[in-house]
């Protein structure tokens, strides 16, 4: 088992920064790879940014491309999301994802961004 707990999340004006942050605990090391989710209201859950904890590659959806960083800390257990240039498009409940290597999924709770001014 993997829990899972985000962190980080808050209000921001636009053109802003945060940084989530993800820490895990558990089956540490069943763990292949890490994602960032995000759910506005009314919108589907969308894949925003995944890092393999192996190799550490990462990939991004085209819209925050240039402005989000995925990053991990494997001595903390902890993953990021830098986030910069915030727009009010990119306002939603951030979710933290992990991927076993016997393809179990765990989930956190969630954090919420609020990009307004």
């Known amino acids: 088992q993997v829990r899972l707990v985000e962190s980080g999340g808050g209000l921001v004006e636009p053109g802003g920064s945060l940084r989530l942050s993800c820490a895990a605990s558990?089956?540490?090391?069943?763990?292949?790879?890490m994602h960032w989710y995000r759910q506005a209201p009314g919108k589907e859950r969308e894949l925003v940014a995944s890092?393999?904890?192996?190799?550490?590659?990462?990939y991004y959806v085209d819209s925050v491309k240039g402005r989000f960083t995925i990053s991990r800390d494997n001595a903390k257990n902890t993953m990021y999301l830098q986030m910069n240039s915030l727009k009010p498009d990119d306002t939603a409940v951030y979710y933290c994802?992990?991927?076993?290597?016997?393809?179990?999924?765990?989930w956190g709770q969630g954090t919420q961004v609020t990009v307004s001014s």
């Open positions: 890092i393999n904890t192996r190799v550490g590659s990462t």
């Open positions: 558990g089956s540490i090391g069943s763990i292949a790879a």
């Open positions: 994802k992990a991927t076993s290597l016997y393809s179990a999924i765990y």
